[in-house]
Nanobody, 115 residues
Framework: QVRLMESGGGSVQAGGSLRLSCTAS????????VGWFRQAPGKQRDMVAN???????YYADSVKGRFTISRDNAENTVYLQMNSLKPEDTAVYYC?????????WGQGTQVTVSS
């Protein structure tokens, strides 16, 4: 069993930045695909950024050039740096890890961007 704990959410004005963190209860990111998803009220949960096991990184078109996913294996932590935030980025952000057929989710962290 792996527990994921997100942090770093909050409220910012448009144009601001936040860095989300996702820390795992044990070393797992080196052998897993890791990603960030978000879900706005009344909408489905969508992928924001994903890093495959081979290091390939994908971003949703809406965040390309503004968000960056990275990881620190030594700290068992994955980050999502979010710059130039927009009101439409407002959502609950979830960390996701997929490894050997198992999928884990964090509890989510709220990001609110005001205009």
């Amino acid at each position: 069993q792996v527990r994921l704990m997100e942090s770093g959410g909050g409220s910012v004005q448009a144009g601001g930045s936040l860095r989300l963190s996702c820390t795992a209860s044990r070393s797992i990111f080196g052998i897993s695909a890791v990603g960030w998803f978000r879900q706005a009220p009344g909408k489905q949960r969508d992928m924001v950024a994903n890093r495959n096991r081979d290091g390939t990184i994908y971003y949703a078109d809406s965040v390309k050039g503004r968000f960056t996913i990275s990881r620190d294996n030594a700290e068992n932590t994955v980050y999502l740096q979010m710059n130039s935030l927009k009101p439409e980025d407002t959502a609950v952000y979830y960390c996701n890890v997929v490894t050997t057929g198992l999928t884990y989710w964090g509890q989510g962290t709220q990001v609110t961007v005001s205009s």
